[in-house]
């Protein structure tokens, strides 16, 4: 393919210019249409949890609690205004594409040079192209050459020479040797260029447009609390419906039936379960940014814990980004000469390949400044992606010295002598995943400067050395551990395969397939499909950002939950279409920050497990305090069926008033502190969560209904009828005021009250693991919970003994014999749940801790 172009040298007219502009239009790209904001901000509050909370806070009203209804509506509105901030986030990441897009470029019309907005430019301009400026559109380079750093829209470090040549071969435009892009850097030289392509016709342009189809999901979590929602919800309702006829069946008033049906669905609906999950997330959103992860979504969270395959890229991810010489052969002073006269780097500072090569001649022993070498430079011929080299002319003790480095097969192929033995180290050290660099020198004895062609033959071979940017220490363990985890790792990269492929099988990733992007390309979708399904774990090398998002869409497509990492304006699509976009936060573009939902301080692959540990951690979290809180139902409701069943015989064991101090008082602060509950042994032992798999899942209705649920509420029964039977009582006695037996009553549903508490106690530290047993936790390893335990008692203390509050909430002291009858309740409903885990751990001894 080639690419040709008429231009004049003077440029376009500004008669031309005008109308071009109409035709193409503005040099822009395109924003996308977010909406009313008012409509966005209104649709967090008809959320399902939202619509619960609403309809809590009408209960609540209803009940006569102002206070509390007035706290659930603003519960409501601090959490609509949190996700409304959340989702604008969404917006910015097309709108930080338009950022690499200079301000003002430089062009030649009419023949005068003139600095204009760059949104005016139009296609067949005469661009200016400068050392250290942004290019402005797509163009064609028409005279002069010009080092580019393409990292942008490639995600290659290194920059690229472009020169001007109509005519040239190419493979795809980025490849182009003559076209410049969009959004890239000069970093050095100047040159002339026809526009090719401007705004949503730039290479730049294309990936916003990509990026604007692209559309973020909801989070697992997201979607399991609306389930969550919709599930309590339908329980509450249904409670509602059935205990008000019941009551009425049962000989009561419509008044009083009314009243226990409010206070069922009260007793039903958990009001502090969105708050409760907002702190759990953010606490784990605290805790990665200490580890170095930026979390811009609190349900990213949970979403990096459900993880099962993890796209990454290779530099300055999985490697240091930071060159070394790792071989040179031989390690000579003369070697060390060549590498510090033919270069371009100062000491630490230049590209980082000149970079490494300088520091590696400083190693071998040569400590001449910088200085020198420019003073005794005579010529250089600037590397070339066709001659593969740069050599440079230089005064070395009076002579005239040619000194160079390339690409091997174009060093040997201008050596005078036989290079045979070199060429087979060569290729030994690049299957070692190295670059390679074949460095070469000879002596001009007419002290003439030769031009280039005169001056890169009859060399004479110095050696050759090998580069790598080397694994973070760190990855090595990472990698192992979300492998452990059940977790598959592909590489994606704009680099070169067998370099990524070495670098991943050194980290520990399998690298069992290494395909370039040519043939990811011939695929077709069934063909990608059945390639990821057969397991094992593939580098694509060259990647494309068509190619990235279509790995993404595949990877979802079978079911995987997808983290992609990123770092340049060609990983938004990818990183936005994604499950988890994971965006590079010291060498990364703004774009890709903009378009991921993580972003890593530190550039660092261990951050990422640690991150799928941490959001392991805190779903397990959710599941913990949610079925603290289910469990509590049952014996708030067992009680109204038992006076319902019994048609008023047995009088009503708990009160409304009680149920509100239970699930507003005595609940909130323990299952908050199950929130921060440290992570179970064997998190990251464990294969990934099914995406199907939702919060509450049959074994955790089992364990929060069958079993410590119906515990607690026999439990909670025994100390009710103990007490009524103790006083006298009989079925069918009354015990309503002015009654002999109504103290006795008061001191029954008090005791009822109570052991539903001292059950609350032994539920809490039951939910602090889901498989392990509380031994292997530890007793005191959660302080917080111990805290609330603490106030759970106080709080409970002070309404049954406090005579203001005993007023209020019907409750009466209890003598020192049913404190003593309930003091082993907590242990019972505790005991039982570690017997079943027990059970389980042996049933399948992998969960055994």
């Given amino acids: ?134 290019v402005s559109a797509d163009a064609l380079l028409v005279e002069g050459t010009v080092e580019v750093d393409n990292s942008a829209l490639t995600g290659e470090s290194v ?10 071969a190419q493979t795809r435009s980025l490849d182009s040797p003559a076209l ?149 052969h031989p390690a000579t002073r003369e070697l060390a000469e060549v590498l510090y006269r033919c270069g371009t780097a100062t000491d630490g500072a230049g590209d980082p390949t000149e970079v490494a090569l300088l520091a590696h001649a400083r190693k071998l022993g040569v400590t001449d400044p910088i200085e020198v070498r420019d003073t005794e430079r005579l010529a250089v011929n600037r590397f070339d992606p066709r001659r593969k080299m740069m050599s440079t002319v230089d005064s070395v003790a009076g002579a005239v010295v040619v000194n160079l480095k390339g690409a091997p097969e174009a060093v040997f192929a201008r050596c005078a002598q036989d290079t045979a033995g070199y060429q087979r180290l060569a290729e030994q050290m690049a299957g070692r995943g190295l670059r390679v660099l074949a460095v070469a020198r000879k002596s001009c004895p ?82 990608l499909d059945e390639l990821l399904a057969r397991g094992g774990e593939i580098v694509f090398a060259r990647a494309t950002p068509e190619t990235k998002l279509r790995i993404a869409d595949a990877l979802r497509h079978r079911g995987d939950l997808v983290a992609m990492t990123g770092d340049g304006v060609n990983d938004a699509p990818a990183l936005r279409r994604a499950d988890i976009g994971v965006a590079m936060g010291r060498n990364g573009t703004d774009v890709a920050r903009e378009a991921a939902t993580l972003v890593l301080t530190d550039d660092n692959f261990a951050t990422i497990a640690a991150g799928i540990e941490e959001g392991r951690r805190v779903f397990d979290n959710v599941r913990k305090f949610v079925l603290y809180i289910f469990a509590h139902a049952v014996p708030e409701v067992v009680p109204f069926l038992l006076f319902a069943l019994s048609g008023g015989a047995i009088p009503l064991p708990l009160t409304v008033l009680q149920i509100l101090a239970i699930d507003l008082g005595t609940e909130t ?30 074994r955790l209705l089992w364990r929060a209904w069958g079993l410590l649920g119906s515990v607690s509420a026999v439990l909670a029964l025994v100390a009710y009828f103990a007490v009524l039977l103790a006083g006298g009582w009989s079925p069918g006695a009354p015990v309503g005021g002015g009654t002999p037996l109504h103290q006795v009553y008061l001191q029954a549903t008090t005791a009822t009250f109570v052991a539903i508490v001292a059950c609350q106690l032994g539920t809490a530290f039951a939910a602090r693991t889901e498989w392990a047993s509380l031994a292997s936790v530890g007793l005191t390893g959660n302080r917080l919970l111990l805290w609330g335990c603490g106030f759970e008692i106080a709080f409970t203390a002070a309404l049954v003994y406090w005579p203001p509050l005993q007023e209020v909430f019907g409750t009466a002291a209890l003598p020192g014999w049913v404190l003593l009858l309930m003091l082993p309740f907590p242990f019972l409903v505790w005991g039982v749940d570690e017997l079943d885990r027990w059970r389980r751990r042996h049933r399948d001894p992998r969960r055994r801790s």
């Fill in 159 to 168: 920059p690229v020479v472009r020169s001007a040549d109509p005519a040239a």
């Fill in 180 to 328: 410049v892009f969009s959004g890239t850097v000069c970093t050095g030289g100047s040159a002339r260029a026809v526009v090719l392509g401007t705004g949503t016709h730039t290479e730049l342009g294309r990936i916003a447009a990509l990026s604007q189809r692209v559309h973020t999901e909801e989070s697992p979590l997201e979607s399991q609390v609306r389930r969550v929602a919709w599930l309590i919800a339908a329980v509450a309702l249904g409670a509602g419906v059935a205990f008000l006829p019941l009551g009425l069946l049962a000989g009561l008033t419509l008044s009083a039936a009314l009243l226990f049906t409010i206070g069922l669905l009260v007793a039903n609906v958990p009001e502090g379960l969105l708050p409760t999950i907002t702190l759990a997330l953010a606490v784990g959103v605290r805790a990665m940014a200490r580890r170095g992860a930026v979390v811009k979504r609190l349900s990213a969270v949970e979403t990096l814990g459900s993880v099962t395959v993890i796209c990454t890229d290779k530099t300055g991810t999985l490697t240091s980004n930071q060159m070394h010489v790792v071989e040179a």
């Fill in 669 to 698: 602060l323990p299952a908050l502190a199950l929130g921060r509950e440290p992570a179970e042994p064997g998190l990251m032992g464990r294969p990934p969560r099914a995406r199907s798999e939702g919060v509450v899942t049959k």
């Fill in 1 to 134: 393919m080639t690419t040709t172009v008429e231009f004049s040298t003077a440029g376009l007219s500004d008669r031309e210019v005008r109308r071009r502009l109409q035709v193409y239009g503005a040099n822009e790209l395109p924003q996308r249409s977010t909406g009313h904001w008012w409509r966005e901000l209104g649709r967090q509050f008809t959320h399902p949890l939202a619509l619960l909370l609403w309809c809590a806070a009408a209960l609540a009203a209803g009940s006569g609690s102002t206070e509390l209804a007035v706290a659930i509506l603003v519960v409501i509105l601090l959490n609509a205004l949190l996700a409304f901030a959340q989702e604008r986030q969404a917006e910015h990441a097309v709108e930080a594409l338009g950022r690499y897009l200079p301000q003002y470029a430089q062009v030649v019309r009419d023949g005068r040079r003139l600095r204009v907005p760059a949104a005016g430019l139009v296609p067949g301009d005469l661009l200016l192209v400068e050392e250290g400026e942004r």
């Fill in 446 to 527: 007419d002290g003439q400067v030769p031009d280039q062609q005169a001056a890169e033959r009859e060399l004479r071979l110095v050696g050759v050395v090998g580069l790598l940017d080397p694994p973070r220490p760190e990855v090595a363990a990472a990698v192992e551990s979300v492998h452990r985890a059940g977790i598959r790792v592909h590489v994606v990269t704009g680099d070169n395969g067998r370099t990524a492929a070495e670098i991943a099988r050194q980290v520990g990733i399998a690298a069992d397939r290494v395909l370039e992007d040519a043939q990811v390309q011939a695929m077709s979708e069934p063909e």
